[in-house]
């Protein structure tokens, strides 16, 4: 569907929780809510995992040694911080991201089922 896998697992989850079942025939069952807990909780994990990337990419633009590899900034930001060093600003990252995620999927997900509504789902 080219989807966001964690999003989809997110709202199942949810719709499973609510006594619900995703199956395609009712796309509006899972509330606003719900998708924006999901569309959250999906930027949240995945932030988990690529914002240490970010911090060391914008590192490397500002750095004043000309460290110009990824590996051996990951190893000066270690030694420098330690975890703390590679998730430094990750909250502020995170209250700033996480909204503009939320209004993303959720807007996709009322357009579509609203275009479902309207013209249907076309067989393949």
């Known amino acids: 569907d080219g989807k966001n896998p964690l999003y989809e697992r997110f709202k199942k989850e ?5 006594g619900l079942q ?5 796309p509006d069952q899972l509330g606003v809510v719900s998708l924006v807990i999901s569309a959250a909780g999906s930027k949240i994990a995945a932030s988990l995992f690529t914002y240490p990337n970010e911090v ?3 590192r490397i633009m500002l ?11 990951y190893i000066h930001l270690w030694r420098e911080a330690g975890l703390a060093g ?20 959720v807007s996709y997900e009322l357009v579509h089922n609203w275009l479902l509504m309207i013209y249907g789902k076309r067989k393949k």
């Open 63 to 73: 750095d004043k040694h000309k460290r110009q590899e990824m590996i051996p900034m």
């Open 14 to 18: 949810l719709a499973s929780r609510q």
């Open 56 to 58: 060391v990419r914008t």
């Open 86 to 105: 590679l998730y430094r600003a990750f909250f502020t990252n995170i209250v700033r991201v996480v909204p503009s995620s939320a209004v993303t999927f």
């Open 22 to 26: 995703l199956d395609g025939k009712n």
